[in-house]
Nanobody, 115 residues
Framework: QVQLVESGGGLVQPGGSLRLSCAASGSILSRALMGWYRQAPGKQRELVASISGGGTSNYDDSVKGRFTISRDNAKNTVYLQMSSLKPEDTADYFC?????????WGKGTLVTVSS
């Protein structure tokens, strides 16, 4: 069974940067649509960025130009590089892997942007 483990969250000041990682068990990443989602307190989970098996990426308008999603299929890892962080980026960030056969979520990593 595929498992996803996120890491890299933490406390950062506004304007700072963080890099989130999502490590997958098994060689699923090369075939899966990978996404980073976030959920702030009292809000619905929303898609932040996604990347296809072929490397095509998409971003929510709120993070375009600030976040970059990438994947290293050899390491079975997906990254989310976050820059120019704002307090409104504060949320739990979740990794998702999706194919025709599976839809798997990690447990999340907390990002807090505060001075």
């Amino acid at each position: 069974q595929v498992q996803l483990v996120e890491s890299g969250g933490g406390l950062v000041q506004p304007g700072g940067s963080l890099r989130l990682s999502c490590a997958a068990s098994g060689s699923i990443l090369s075939r899966a649509l990978m996404g980073w989602y976030r959920q702030a307190p009292g809000k619905q989970r929303e898609l932040v960025a996604s990347i296809s098996g072929g490397g095509t990426s998409n971003y929510d308008d709120s993070v375009k130009g600030r976040f970059t999603i990438s994947r290293d299929n050899a390491k079975n890892t997906v990254y989310l590089q976050m820059s120019s962080l704002k307090p409104e980026d504060t949320a739990d960030y979740f990794c998702n892997a999706r194919t025709i056969a599976i839809n798997v979520w990690g447990k999340g990593t907390l990002v807090t942007v505060s001075s």
